[in-house]
């Protein structure tokens, strides 16, 4: 977990005036006592640093300091270790006690804003006091997201967590690898490309073209098939390919078809992990185990195309899906960038793979899900899930793999 170089990770530093609740904010993002919390102002007198991953985002650095309006000989000493902090803060999250915005917060806003670091505003112990409106709107104006927290309750941290993956610089969003990683250079993947109605004509689609791009660049190379070609086509090679990727519609044949030692997985799962977080993907693959009929589903597309015969998301998934749990759901779909503000609703989301999006959107309805306790998987594991190869599919990904033995070791 703590296996990223200290300089990868975003640095997330904490700051506010004494006793403001950043050790508490910490300690609940955490969910560890990792700074000492107490009632007497100045409890934290050196900057603490915990290093953390912080889905979907990534390997964190957080940075508690001490509060910053002390005076006095020791003070000095403080504010000044603090102000260190701000050279190597990628965000700032500025902690407001019980909505007190005086100049000493104003300062420090300026100070980050100066430094063209970003800001997330935290008004802790909203418990005690909230912000004024005029304050809010002066925010919102600079548009500085706000989060109203109770820290030593653990509110507030999963809307913390959706504003820090909304502001964190591009960098730290940049997508891993679609596939380059898993092939090694000199190696050769199979893609299986089936060439149905759905597939327009005279051209390969976004995800098909990007993966054999992401191949290339990687000193790797592969043979593009369709799923009918692909036993005769494995039959010829010399040694066996390194990777199968499959259109996941041709999943159970190209299952079939393909050697049990031979790795395989589909476009839609390559793009669920570049976009977004497999991890959260197979929590909400479980999830599916839940689904009872009538329960309500949401299916969400990042692209508004017209639906047509078969449709994978409008037709065939639903229907694996149906079977799968024995009985009719209540299905709604969403397109584009429409995604309901509330999601309590729903048992489950189903996304497409996001192939045209970019991290950060999907990171955004990742966390968004989080925080409304709704599960969350996309439509290639879904599929993989309902037929019964999903262990299969997951096999190119260890994390992933972990993530799902564990989940069902915790389920029995
Ligand atoms: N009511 C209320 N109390 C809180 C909240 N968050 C923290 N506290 C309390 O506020 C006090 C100070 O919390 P700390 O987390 O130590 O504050 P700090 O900003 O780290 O303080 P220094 O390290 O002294 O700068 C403790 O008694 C906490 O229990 C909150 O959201 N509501
Ligand atoms: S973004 Fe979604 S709907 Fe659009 S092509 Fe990619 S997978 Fe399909
Ligand atoms: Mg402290």
Known sequence: MEKSPKGLRLHIGLFGRRNAGKSSLLNAMTRQQVSIVSEIAGTTTDP???PMELLPLGPVLFIDTAGVDDVGAL?????????QVFDRTDIGVIVVDAGRWDDFEQSIADELRGRGIPVIVVFNKS????????????????NTPCVEAVASEGRGVLELREALVKTAPEDFV?????VADLVPPGEMAVLV???????PKGRLIVPQVQTIRDLLDGDAYCMVVKERELRDALA????PPALVVTDSQAFLKVSADTPP?????????LFARQKGDLCQFVEGALAIDRLRSGDRVLFAEACTHHPIGDDIGRVKIPRWLQQYVGGDLHITTVQGHDFPADLADYRLVIHC???MWNRREMLTRLAQCRRANVPICNYGMTIAYTLGIFDRALSPFPDAMETYQRLKDDCR
């Not at 418990?127 to 600079?142: C, F, Q, R, Y």
């Not at 490309?193 to 597939?199: F, G, L, R």
């Open 353 to 355: 793979g996001a192939c």
């Open 261 to 269: 030692e031979v790795k395989l997985t589909s476009f839609s799962i």
């Open 127 to 142: 418990d005690v006091a909230k912000p004024s409106t005029a304050l809010l709107d002066e925010l919102h104006g600079s």
């Open 75 to 83: 003070g000095e000493k403080r504010v000044q270790k603090t102000r």
């Open 193 to 199: 490309v089936p060439i149905d109605m759905e597939a």
């Open 48 to 50: 603490v640093e915990k």
């Open 174 to 178: 940049r997508a891993p690898a679609i």
């Open 236 to 239: 010829r090679l010399n040694r």
